[in-house]
């Protein structure tokens, strides 16, 4: 290998060094310090990124944003817009954010495969291309778990709640309005957004049809058909909530023993891995110093 491809390699081994400690800096500092309270009050997410000032680094990742958008084209963007909404939209993100991130990742790991390649180190560089794809996307599917449990566990108590007020005369959007202003979390959030849809003038069935979507839970679309055959057929609402309610509950509780099903033969693995061993080497040792036996004897002086 000649002089100037090894120096070569050595400067682009540094360089990508400095590049991960730059960003990783960046990814750990604060700079919302420097601003106004009544400012941050108003910004979120990546609005107050970028009153923060960006990076030549982030505004590169800026400019591969449309490029990235007809790379993927709609289909594949509307199924990500769909899984942002489903996470609740966390830190004010949108596919433009999102897209960002990935390219900001991109470039900042770009020197580092090139090293691999220059190194011949192909199977590595193929796994770090995922690293762009991988890592924005883990976050987004974390939060749309996390919402989606917590969406399914106030569902029961909110349509119990809701059942109530219907019962004693209030009509529906006004029970609706007034029990989502007793809840908090992206339950609530979700039906304010959808009675400001219908207020805006929406008709009901889109409405529920959007909040359906925003959600991946389960229950949330079993309460919205009820809501509409309700609406288009005239069943009982108040007896239908109190029912999903009660199916709710009882699927959660079998959902629960399933999970405890499944930790079970894993905890058993733990413990056939981890404290069996122990145990049989506190065993062997202390059968070996209770009886005293001559190791070399036995094994002929070896």
Same mark, same amino acid.
């Given at each position: 290998?000649?002089?100037?491809?090894?120096?070569?390699?050595?400067?682009?081994?540094?360089?990508?060094?400095?590049?991960?400690?730059?960003?990783?800096?960046?990814?750990?500092?604060?700079?919302?310090?420097?601003?106004?309270?009544?400012?941050?009050?108003?910004?979120?997410?990546?609005?107050?990124?970028?009153?923060?000032?960006?990076?030549?680094?982030?505004?590169?990742?800026?400019?591969?944003?449309?490029?990235?958008?007809?790379?993927?084209?709609?289909?594949?963007?509307?199924?990500?817009?769909?899984?942002?909404?489903?996470?609740?939209?966390?830190?004010?993100?949108?596919?433009?954010?999102?897209?960002?991130?990935?390219?900001?990742? #991109? /470039? +900042?790991?770009?020197? &580092?495969? =090139? $090293? !691999?390649? @220059?190194?011949?180190?192909? %199977?590595? #560089? /193929? +796994?770090?291309?995922? &690293?762009? =794809? $991988? !890592?924005? @996307?883990?976050?987004?599917? %974390?939060?749309?778990?996390?919402?989606?449990?917590?969406?399914?566990?106030?569902?029961?108590?909110?349509?119990?709640?809701?059942?109530?007020?219907?019962?004693?005369?209030?009509?529906?959007?006004?029970?609706?309005?007034?029990?989502?202003?007793?809840?908090?979390?992206?339950?609530?959030?979700?039906?304010?957004?959808?009675?400001?849809?219908?207020?805006?003038?929406?008709?009901?069935?889109?409405?529920?049809?959007?909040?359906?979507?925003?959600?991946?839970?389960?229950?949330?679309?079993?309460?919205?058909?009820?809501?509409?055959?309700?609406?288009?057929?005239?069943?009982?609402?108040?007896?239908?909530?109190?029912?999903?309610?009660?199916?709710?509950?009882?699927?959660?509780?079998?959902?629960?023993?399933?999970?405890?099903?499944?930790?079970?033969?894993?905890?058993?693995?733990?413990?056939?891995?981890?404290?069996?061993?122990?145990?049989?080497?506190?065993?062997?040792?202390?059968?070996?110093?209770?009886?005293?036996?001559?190791?070399?004897?036995?094994?002929?002086?070896?």
């Amino acid at each position: 290998m000649s002089p100037l491809l090894v120096l070569g390699i050595a400067l682009l081994g540094a360089l990508s060094v400095v590049l991960l400690l730059v960003g990783y800096r960046q990814m750990r500092s604060d700079a919302l310090e420097s601003l106004a309270v009544e400012d941050l009050s108003l910004l979120r997410g990546q609005q107050r990124r970028r009153a923060e000032g960006e990076s030549p680094l982030q505004r590169m990742a800026r400019r591969r944003v449309p490029g990235l958008r007809r790379l993927l084209g709609p289909r594949l963007l509307a199924a990500l817009q769909r899984r942002i909404d489903e996470a609740g939209r966390p830190d004010g993100l949108t596919v433009d954010g999102y897209l960002e991130r990935s390219a900001w990742w #991109a /470039l +900042l790991i770009a020197p &580092v495969l =090139v $090293v !691999l390649l @220059l190194q011949g180190n192909v %199977a590595m #560089a /193929l +796994l770090g291309l995922t &690293v762009p =794809v $991988v !890592l924005p @996307l883990s976050r987004v599917a %974390a939060a749309q778990r996390r919402r989606r449990e917590r969406i399914d566990r106030d569902l029961p108590d909110f349509l119990d709640v809701l059942a109530v007020t219907v019962m004693a005369g209030v009509n529906f959007r006004a029970a609706l309005a007034r029990v989502a202003e007793r809840f908090h979390g992206p339950l609530a959030d979700e039906v304010a957004l959808t009675l400001q849809q219908i207020a805006n003038g929406a008709s009901v069935r889109q409405a529920f049809t959007d909040l359906r979507r925003r959600s991946s839970s389960e229950p949330v679309g079993q309460f919205v058909s009820a809501l509409l055959q309700s609406q288009e057929l005239g069943a009982p609402l108040a007896e239908s909530l109190r029912q999903i309610a009660a199916d709710m509950r009882r699927d959660s509780g079998q959902r629960q023993r399933q999970a405890a099903a499944r930790t079970s033969p894993r905890v058993t693995l733990v413990t056939s891995l981890v404290l069996v061993p122990g145990a049989l080497v506190f065993v062997v040792i202390g059968l070996y110093v209770g009886s005293e036996v001559d190791l070399g004897s036995l094994f002929g002086g070896l």
